[in-house]
C-alpha cells in the first residue's frame, strides 16, 4: 500500500485501518505480498492496492450477508469490492461488511 502513493494507496491504508480496528485480536500479516488482517491465525480480510483501483477483499465473503450487493467475485469463498477514486462508494454499508466479516471469523474461531 504505501508503494502507491497516489490516491490509491490512501484508499487502501483508510480501509485497512477499518480492518485494524475492528477489535484488540486483530492481528496483521502480509499474505502473498498483500495486508492482511486475521483473529489467531484466520484471515477475514485483505486489501489490494493496483494501478487503477483497489480491492477490499473477505476470505469467507460468499457466505456474507450484502444488502447493498457491493461483493464481486465467483469463487467458492472469496469475494471482494473495487473502489476506484472515480466511482461513488456506499462507506457505511462497505464499513458493515468489515465488521460483519470479522465478527464471522471471531464466531467460527468459537466453534472450533
Not at 480491492?55 to 456474507?64: D, Q, T, W
Not at 465467483?74 to 457505511?92: C, I, Q, S, Y
Request: net charge negative; with cysteine.
Amino acid at each position: 500500500m504505501r508503494e502507491h502513493a497516489s490516491e490509491l494507496g490512501t484508499i487502501a491504508q483508510r480501509w485497512f485501518e477499518v480492518m485494524r480496528d475492528c477489535g484488540e485480536d486483530v492481528r496483521e500479516l502480509l499474505h502473498d505480498g498483500h495486508p492482511t488482517a486475521c483473529v489467531g491465525d484466520a484471515a477475514f480480510g485483505y486489501v489490494n492496492a493496483f494501478k487503477a483501483h483497489v480491492n477490499v477483499g473477505f476470505f469467507r465473503g460468499a457466505e456474507l450477508s450484502d444488502p447493498s450487493n457491493l461483493l464481486e467475485g465467483t469463487g467458492k469463498f472469496m469475494r471482494h469490492v473495487k473502489l476506484r477514486p472515480e466511482r461513488e462508494l456506499d462507506a457505511n454499508a462497505l464499513m458493515k461488511l468489515i465488521e460483519t466479516a470479522y465478527t464471522d471469523i471471531k464466531e467460527r474461531m468459537k466453534v472450533k
